[in-house]
C-alpha cells in the first residue's frame, strides 16, 4: 500500500487533498512535528501491535508512551509490539508510514484517550515522509476498522 492508497481511502471522505507530503522523513514524532511546524503532542502515531496472533494498531499522542498495566488491563495481554519487517504483510503500510487509513483488512485500529487533547491531529499517511491534517471528529470518522477510544498511554497527563 501506499501513500496513492491513503490519498484514494480518504477520498471516500472529502479528505484525499489533506495529504502532505515531505522532501525528508517525517517517520519519527520529532521529525514529522518539526515539517509541520506543531508540537510534537500532536502528531497522532499509529503503534503496531499484535494480539492473538494478528495485527491492531493503537493511534495515540505523539507524547504518549504505552503504558504496559493500563494495556494489559484492557487487551488481557502484555503488549507486544509488530516487527518493522512484518508491518507491510501484517497491516498493509511500512514502518514510519503506519496509519489507520488503507490498512489490511480485520486490522482493528483504537484511538487512544490522549488525542482528546486537540482538536488538529496529523496522522502519518502511509510512507515514512507523509502526514494528514485531520480533526479529532473527522479521524474518528475515517479510520478503517474503528474499533473504539482506549486509555492505555502514559507520560501525557498533568500530573501532580
Known sequence: MSIESVKEYLAKFGLGDRVME?????ATVAQ???????????????????????AILV??????????LRYK?????????????QLVELVGHPM?????????????VYLDESLKRFSIVYPAAGTANSAVKL?????????QNFAGWVDVAKGWRQEG
Do not use: Q, W, Y
Open 73 to 85: 488491563a484492557t487487551f488481557h495481554t502484555k503488549a507486544a509490539m509488530v516487527r518493522p519487517d
Open 22 to 26: 515531505f522532501d525528508a522523513s517525517s
Open 59 to 68: 493511534v495515540m499522542a505523539g507524547d504518549g508512551k504505552v503504558d504496559n
Open 135 to 143: 480533526t479529532l471528529p473527522e479521524l474518528e470518522h475515517s479510520v
Open 96 to 108: 514510519g508510514g503506519v496509519c489507520p487509513f488503507a490498512i489490511r483488512e480485520n486490522v482493528p
Open 32 to 54: 514529522a512535528a518539526a515539517d509541520l511546524g506543531c508540537e510534537p503532542a500532536r502528531i497522532a502515531k499509529t503503534m503496531a501491535f499484535l494480539l492473538d496472533g494478528h
